[in-house]
């Protein structure tokens, strides 16, 4: 099962320190991520300068050292969409993936299931790695309706894939009461879903289901990551605030090597 740890910048830096950012965490990723991919998601504008900057590192032969993500793409390949960005156009950059259906995607700009499960098929199509969110909202797990919810999404979005697409996508579980309120879900609250949704995609894929690995997106930190990466169906994390610091990040990555070490 692989292990992930993904960075996403959301709207923040700019060219200065964008590039910044992406030479101290090359930097201190340099030794080597072991058996972890690393992932970093900057802003649409810094792409480039991300994936040429990831092409540097040698993680022991193991190339990319760091797969660049993008935040987000449209469904269709081209067409009058102003202001969007497709995903030939992120292939063409060398980025290697891309997050889709976001909490904060689905709450600001209206995405539905449908819409997202159509990107996912677009990345597919093209190559390039999925990274599908999906979570509760705080009034849905207060409502007991958490697996309702999550349920929803996985099968609208995945359930028509095949399963061998299937096992080509990464899933987040992002607790949408967790992200960016300083609150996380427990170790249990977060590997009871994650086992949730492992079962989930075994009924999508069968066997497959045990190649997807399963991010925890909420509020993951140095601090509490370890008993989260220790969990038997968390396989790394989406990470948020904790992404903007080289410093927290590359530690996030060493935490996931030792848990990997350990399991």
């Not at 709207?11 to 964008?18: V, W």
């Not at 649409?44 to 760091?66: E, N």
């Not at 009058?80 to 992120?90: C, D, I, K, Q």
Request: aromatic letters at 4%; proline letters at 5%.
């Amino acid at each position: 099962m692989k292990t992930i740890v993904a960075g996403n910048w959301k709207m923040h830096t700019d060219a200065g320190s964008a590039d910044a950012l992406i030479n101290d965490v090359a930097a201190g990723t340099a030794a080597g991520a072991g058996d972890v991919l690393v992932i970093v998601a900057p802003p649409f504008p810094f792409l480039k300068a991300a994936v040429d900057r990831a092409r540097t590192v040698d993680h022991g032969g193991k190339a990319p050292g760091i797969l660049v993500a993008a935040q987000n793409c449209h469904e269709e390949e081209q067409g009058a969409f102003t202001g969007e960005v497709s995903v030939p156009m992120l292939k063409s950059l060398g980025v290697g993936a891309c997050i889709v259906g976001h909490s904060e995607r689905r709450q600001y700009y209206g995405e539905t299931d449908e819409v997202v499960g159509r990107k996912v098929v677009q990345l597919l199509k093209h190559g390039l790695m999925p990274i599908y969110c999906c979570g509760e909202r705080r009034d849905e797990r207060e409502q007991g309706r958490h697996r309702d919810v999550v349920s929803r999404q996985l099968n609208t979005a995945l359930g028509g894939l095949p399963a061998q697409d299937l096992s080509r996508v990464v899933v987040a579980y992002e607790p949408v009461w967790a992200i960016g309120t300083g609150v996380n879900a427990s170790p249990e609250q977060a590997q009871e879903m994650h086992g949730f949704i492992r079962k989930e995609l075994a009924g999508l894929a069968g066997k497959a289901a045990l190649d997807v690995p399963i991010l925890y997106g909420g509020s993951c930190k140095p601090d509490n990551a370890a008993s989260l990466f220790g969990c038997p169906d968390i396989n790394g994390g989406l990470i948020g605030g904790a992404a903007l610091s080289a410093a927290s990040f590359t530690e996030l990555v060493r935490i996931a090597q030792r848990s990997k070490a350990v399991s």
